[in-house]
């Protein structure tokens, strides 16, 4: 069984605002090198959710993790996220496509965020 990670984000207009997100890409591969790390936008940015999966699904992955990189779960993540999800599994019924927890929810990012707000703080920027 071939896994992919799929980060998936809002998007912006902005090429540059997807920098950090392909950072964090960058890192989660080179942490996970058996699976197929990509990324995804919800609008303005290429590809979308749809397209990363079916990517992924051609490129061999049986098992797709869809993590979600927003700070919180909001209308996105609970309408339009599982009717995607839904159409994908029509799409490529041999493929376990799951959708992880928000990744801005997770008390080890919510401390993470803490730590630097406080370093920030405390350095006067």
Partial sequence: ????????????????WAGPLERLRDRVAARAPASQVGVA????????LPEAIDAAVASGATRIE?????LAQ???????????????????????IRLQPVLGEAQAVLDAMADVVLREAAQGR
């Fill in 1 to 16: 069984m071939s896994e992919a990670l799929i980060l998936f984000a809002h998007g912006a207009r902005d090429p540059s």
């Fill in 41 to 48: 936008f919800l609008e303005f940015m290429a590809p979308s």
């Fill in 66 to 70: 869809i993590v979600p990189v927003f």
């Fill in 74 to 96: 909001g209308g996105h993540v609970r309408r339009d996220v599982p009717v995607m999800l839904e159409a994908a599994a029509i799409r490529h019924p041999q493929a376990d």
